[in-house]
Structure formats: structure tokens, C-alpha cells
């Protein structure tokens, strides 16, 4: 099972997904997807390798942190 965390200022927010299920791996797609379109980025972990970050969705990580753009001046 795969979980995608969206943080944010009140939180986060977390999806679950079943690679068995292609509703449920369809579902955190498009979540990801929308959030990359919004400037977030995505970092992605599976068992035994290091944690790295991601540009397209994937269906194999365990987690997938989205991480919500950061202003600076």
C-alpha cells in the first residue's frame, strides 16, 4: 500500500492507494498530479532505497511527500 502526504499550513492531508485497485492508484495520480501543477514538490520513498525526489507519479513508492512551494525575498 502507498500513502501520499500533502503538507500544509494546517496540517496534512493523506491518500491512500492499493496497487491492485485502479481507482485507488487513479485517485492519488490525479491528486499528484494537481499539485505539481501548483508548484509542489514530490519526494518519494521505497523500502530500502534512499529517499529522492519525483517528477511523475509512482505507483511502486511506499510514500510520497508533496511539499507545498516555498516564497522567499
Known amino acids: 500500500m502507498g500513502c501520499l502526504n ?15 485497485v485502479p481507482e485507488d492508484v487513479e485517485q492519488a495520480r490525479q491528486m499528484f498530479a494537481d499539485l505539481v501543477k501548483a508548484g509542489y514538490a ?17 505507483p511502486e513508492a511506499t510514500e510520497i511527500v508533496m511539499v507545498p512551494p516555498i516564497a522567499g525575498g
Open 6 to 20: 500533502v503538507m500544509g499550513g494546517r496540517g496534512h492531508v493523506s491518500i491512500r492507494w492499493k496497487k491492485a
Open 42 to 58: 514530490a519526494f518519494a520513498s521505497k523500502r530500502g532505497k534512499k529517499d529522492v525526489q519525483i517528477k511523475e507519479f509512482d
